[in-house]
T-cell receptor, first 119, second 116 residues
């Protein structure tokens, strides 16, 4: 069975600090997809990134970067120079190819990490 | 392009009643999924529809059902409501393109259901 663990329940940082959100996953499938979503207080889940298991290239997008390590089953997310607007709950999610076809996703979410950025 | 829309945004019901929630996907998206979010259980997959057919179903009782219409709009229904059904219900849509390794799910704002 697939599982996603976000060990950090809550994190508080002072504005402009860097922060890393951890995500560890478990899956028996050899092909799977990993995601990060952000949920601000309004409640809507905002898509941040998708990473396929066959693509281990790490990515940087502005202040955001992601570190995908298959060897440790981790998909960590770093915010550089955090801002107050980054305050939200961040979810890591996994979808196995077994439960997915093209465009079909049965996402398993972690419990989320609540990030508070203090001005 | 408009995002995923869900109606109503807030709903209050009493135990034993039934409720129907509606979801309109992003234009051109053909797959719709539903998730339940509660403080205790977190985000859990309910079901997914494509081409008016249920493709996947999560581990929820039969009181939870859904359907998809020919225009890809979807509804979910919960019958005989229980207190534990109080949650944020989120709908997500995706393009569903064969071989597309970049396709993903985009979520709506959710419907917050309170059962009294």
């Amino acid at each position: 069975a697939q599982k996603v663990t976000q060990a950090q329940t809550e994190i508080s940082v002072v504005e402009k600090e860097d922060v890393t959100l951890d995500c560890v996953y478990e899956t028996r499938d050899t092909t799977y997809y990993l995601f990060w979503y952000k949920q601000p207080p309004s409640g809507e889940l905002v898509f941040l990134i998708r990473r396929n298991s066959f693509d281990e290239q790490n990515e940087i997008s502005g202040r955001y970067s992601w570190n995908f390590q298959k060897s440790t089953s981790s998909f960590n997310f770093t915010i550089t120079a955090s801002q107050v607007v980054d305050s939200a709950v961040y979810f890591c999610a996994l979808s196995e190819a077994e439960n997915s076809g093209a465009g079909s996703y049965q996402l398993t979410f972690g419990k989320g990490t609540k990030l508070s950025v203090i001005p | 392009k408009a995002g995923v829309t869900q109606t109503p945004r807030y709903l209050i019901k009493t135990r034993g009643q039934q409720v129907t929630l509606s979801c309109s996907p992003i234009s051109g998206h053909r797959s719709v999924s539903w998730y339940q979010q509660t403080p205790g259980q977190g985000l859990q997959f309910l079901f997914e529809y494509f081409s008016e057919t249920q493709r996947n179903k999560g581990n929820f009782p039969g009181r939870f059902s859904g359907r998809q219409f020919s225009n890809s709009r979807s509804e979910m229904n919960v019958s005989t409501l229980e207190l534990g059904d109080s949650a944020l219900y989120l709908c997500a849509s995706s393009l569903f393109l064969a071989g597309d390794s970049t396709d993903t799910q985009y979520f709506g704002p959710g419907t917050r259901l309170t059962v009294l």
